[in-house]
């Protein structure tokens, strides 16, 4: 059974960095592509960065060029480094794994998620 463990969240000032992680088990991570999404209080969750198994990268506009989604297959990980941070970017952070099930399609995964607080 897949399981996911998030770690990394937490307070920071505006203009500071975080690192987050989303180990997995139970799943062979090197098929899987990755994503992290946020959700801000009485808004909808939204891509932050996703990595596919070839470790080519996509980001949100609004982060490109301040934060670094990585794998490390060897650890089972996902990283998001976010650096430069936003009081406007304080949100829950999920990983997602989307784990192929052959001609079945894909199986969707969530973390519980990790709170980013960032101050002024």
């Known amino acids: 059974q897949l399981q996911m463990v998030e770690s990394g969240g937490g307070l920071v000032q505006a203009g500071g960095s975080l690192r987050l992680s989303c180990e997995t088990s139970?799943?062979?991570?090197?098929?899987?592509?990755m994503s992290w999404h946020r959700q801000a209080p009485g808004k909808e969750r939204e891509l932050v960065a996703a990595?596919?198994?070839?470790?080519?990268?996509q980001y949100a506009d609004s982060v490109k060029g301040r934060f670094t989604i990585s794998r490390d297959n060897a650890k089972d990980t996902v990283y998001l480094q976010m650096n430069n941070l936003k009081p406007e970017e304080t949100a829950v952070y999920y990983c997602?794994?989307?784990?192929?099930?052959?001609?079945?399609?894909?199986?969707?995964?969530w973390g519980q998620g990790t709170q980013v607080t960032v101050s002024t």
């Open positions: 997602r794994v989307e784990e192929p099930q052959g001609r079945c399609g894909v199986l969707d995964y």
């Open positions: 139970g799943t062979i991570f090197s098929r899987n592509d």
């Open positions: 990595i596919s198994v070839d470790s080519s990268a």
